[in-house]
């Protein structure tokens, strides 16, 4: 199956508050779904957050939180952040890992080329190119202890942004 994953993993719960600071300041649509709707090409909303072994993920399928290059060192003060890009349709893949409000490791590989790196290679890297959506699902595994399928089962709630971006 071929994914348009994106988004980030929190480590631990994120409020409404923090939700209502990403771009588009979205807010609770009251509709809900599981990862295979908000991983899919057809996703109706602007965001999904949804809770799963300690960690809080924020799929972002416009890619609008994962832009905002703020986002992320904010929301990993204090915890870790895992951001993922998966999309086998353009071939991109990457990654980002925060560890208390500092990148360690960013990378993004589109077309079997590194085209943004940085930090140096991870442990949890090793045997992982980024060169298909396994790659992806294996370092958000081995980094967070949270496999996609996981992640995919959940129940998402959907978030519609109430402000243009």
Known sequence: MGWNAAGLLVEGEVGSDVLAALPGAPQASGEKGSGDEVFSNSFPADYAVATVGGWTVLADPWISALYDETLS?????????????????????????????????????????TVAEEGVPLPEEDGIGLYEEDDVFALISRLTGVDFGTIVDAEYRFLSNTTAE
Not at 86 to 110: C, E, F, I, K, Q
Request: aromatic share 10%.
């Open 73 to 113: 060192p904010r929301l990993a003060e204090g915890r870790r952040v895992l951001t993922f890009i998966a999309n086998s349709v353009t071939s991109t893949y990457g990654m980002g890992w925060y560890v208390d409000g500092a990148v360690v490791r960013d990378v993004l590989v589109v077309e079997g080329e």
